[in-house]
């Protein structure tokens, strides 16, 4: 019989948090994944609200996109959206230097994952 392995005992991956640069504005976006690769490729096939038109005007996307790791090996998702924050206030991600959503502004990807259970808002937030 072969052995399977049950998804409860594979280690969970670590989280990075990263920066993606357009290198001929000098706007930048911070995230964190716990796989950059794939993150990439999405944010490629569909940038983040406020980076859509220069990705538009900046084509291929790798030749002006530029993904660097901040920090890596942080252990959970709410350590890494911590640490993410600070990098966002540390870069100013949030003004018109950065890609990043305002605070309390609320995208596609928040309602989808409302609709989803995959994110909970409890009273008074």
Same mark, same amino acid.
């Given at each position: 019989?072969?052995?399977?392995?049950?998804?409860?005992?594979?280690?969970?991956?670590p &989280?990075? $948090?990263?920066?993606?640069?357009? $290198?001929?504005?000098?706007?930048? &976006?911070? #995230?964190?994944?716990?796989?950059? *690769?794939? *993150?990439?490729? /999405?944010?490629?096939?569909?940038?983040?609200?406020?980076m *859509? %038109?220069?990705?538009?005007? &900046?084509?291929?996307? %790798? %030749? +002006?996109?530029?993904?660097? $790791?901040?920090?890596?090996? !942080?252990?959970?998702?709410?350590?890494?959206? *911590?640490? /993410?924050?600070? &990098? !966002?206030?540390?870069?100013?991600?949030?003004? #018109?230097?950065?890609?990043? %959503?305002?605070? #309390?502004?609320?995208?596609?990807?928040?309602?989808?994952?409302?609709? +989803?259970?995959?994110?909970?808002v409890?009273?008074?937030?």
């Amino acid at each position: 019989m072969p052995a399977r392995a049950a998804a409860s005992t594979l280690a969970p991956q670590p &989280y990075v $948090v990263y920066q993606l640069l357009c $290198v001929d504005t000098g706007r930048v &976006y911070v #995230g964190f994944t716990s796989d950059v *690769r794939r *993150r990439y490729a /999405e944010h490629k096939r569909s940038p983040p609200p406020r980076m *859509r %038109e220069d990705a538009a005007s &900046y084509s291929p996307f %790798e %030749e +002006h996109f530029a993904l660097t $790791v901040l920090e890596q090996g !942080i252990p959970t998702a709410t350590q890494a959206k *911590r640490r /993410e924050t600070h &990098y !966002i206030k540390a870069l100013r991600a949030r003004t #018109g230097a950065g890609y990043n %959503e305002a605070p #309390g502004s609320t995208t596609r990807a928040f309602w989808w994952r409302m609709r +989803h259970g995959a994110l909970s808002v409890s009273a008074g937030q």
